[in-house]
């Protein structure tokens, strides 16, 4: 995993049920793959996913703020590692495209 010292802003622990995608128009329909966040923050996301990205793969996430709006940002896998007794895969996502209303609604989930 990346040091601390490389985060360019502040993780806060929250388990929000999450959509992931290799493509945007999935996430509307069933392809997704439902997981949950480990820790989230303005610049990107932590997931455990049950299936494997690769540092560099580009993908779309969508998250509810409440029960009307959610969030859909695309991102970047910055890195991943195997949970092996889990059968699961920690994901490092930096959120890349986060236009200003997202970034709205997501301090709102941070409470900042």
Do not use: H
């Amino acid at each position: 995993m990346e040091d601390g010292s490389k985060r360019k802003s502040t993780r806060i622990r929250k388990s929000i049920k999450v959509k992931i995608s290799n493509e945007y128009n999935d996430l509307a329909y069933s392809l997704p793959i439902n997981c949950f966040s480990k820790d989230l923050s303005i610049g990107g996301i932590q997931l455990e996913i049950n299936t494997k990205y690769e540092p560099g793969d580009i993908v779309y996430i969508r998250f509810l703020v409440d029960d009307k709006s959610y969030i859909d940002v695309q991102g970047k896998v910055k890195w991943q590692k195997e949970r092996i007794p889990r059968k699961s895969f920690l994901l490092g996502i930096e959120f890349e495209e986060l236009d200003k209303a997202n970034y709205e609604k997501l301090k709102q989930i941070l409470n900042l």
